[in-house]
């Protein structure tokens, strides 16, 4: 028996609409001890509404109730509804699906035939790193659908396998670098790309984004992620002071993971709330065996 295999998805939306990507393979093939596997649009389905998502999914329904197979077993008529529902939900723009994957871009061509024929070729071939290239690329494939001599297969294709959706954080966000570092100011060309990010230590100079879909992708300023902005509005106004050794009466700042800092009160880390201090304070005197006490400035 042969069947397919969804082994990731990503649903992506855009102004056009929602375009599924999903990751599949077949059953009975194999390249030496491993199942073949490659990214693809469903159903060749490119900006489509949740209407024409759940209509195509109604149009495969009613017969075997078995449509392929995921996390070890098939999915029926009322999985599949379930899966355009879970995949609509969880939608992502491109910006914030390549951000959090550390990628550049995303690979987006078509596959086009004569109709009656398997001999294709390739074409609309581009890389895209913004949802505004992403809806391009999808006007270009829509304006050669309207030839009906030949069929097409549009194809998105992510650089890896292992491809993870952006936290789910409702409402404003900040972008967290380490443990310590905030963006606070973002820098563009003239092209709209992020040509350079300035940090702050002090949370309440960090930049507001609107929601996690507002992000950029900033693969080329360090690894960061996202926190709800809320963590402004708290005092961020307590501080650890040292109260034993020779460093009594300074204060811990940044913190890695092998070392901390030490200073002055100017250079004391702020914890958002008293909770958070006491947290810090505690793996703090565990692992350095020191003594600390909580300073509200």
Request: glycine residues 8%; hydrophobic residues 35%.
């Amino acid at each position: 028996m042969s069947y397919s295999i969804e082994y990731n998805r990503v649903f992506l939306k855009s102004a056009h609409g929602y375009t599924p990507v999903v990751l599949m393979g077949e059953n009975n093939v194999w390249e030496g001890n491993r199942r073949p596997r490659s990214w693809g649009c469903w159903c060749n389905m490119l900006g489509a509404t949740s209407e024409e998502l759940y209509a195509k999914a109604a149009s495969m329904m009613g017969g075997s109730n078995e449509h392929w197979r995921k996390n070890g077993r098939f999915l029926s008529d009322k999985d599949l509804d379930n899966w355009i529902y879970s995949g609509i939900a969880k939608a992502v723009s491109l910006e914030s699906v390549l951000a959090v994957n550390r990628l550049r871009a995303v690979s987006c061509m078509v596959y086009i035939y004569p109709k009656g024929s398997y001999a294709g070729k390739r074409d609309l071939e581009f890389y895209c790193s913004t949802t505004e290239e992403l809806d391009e690329w999808i006007e270009q494939v829509r304006e050669c659908q309207k030839n009906p001599n030949y069929s097409y297969s549009p194809v998105i294709s992510f650089s890896t396998e292992d491809i993870h959706l952006p936290p789910m954080i409702k409402g404003p966000v900040l972008l967290k670098r380490g443990r310590t570092q905030y963006v606070q100011k973002l820098d563009y060309a003239n092209d709209g790309h992020v040509r350079g990010v300035s940090y702050t230590s002090d949370v309440r100079n960090a930049m507001v984004f609107e929601s996690c879909e507002k992000i950029p992708n900033l693969i080329f300023f360090g690894k960061t992620r996202a926190v709800k902005a809320d963590i402004k509005n708290k005092p961020n106004n307590v501080v650890l002071e040292i109260t034993s050794g020779v460093h009594a009466g300074r204060f811990i700042g940044k913190r890695g993971n092998r070392r901390i800092m030490i200073g002055p009160e100017s250079y004391a880390r702020r914890y958002p709330d008293v909770k958070a201090a006491m947290k810090a304070k505690k793996e703090i005197e565990l692992k350095y065996q020191i003594e600390c006490d909580l300073h509200i400035l």
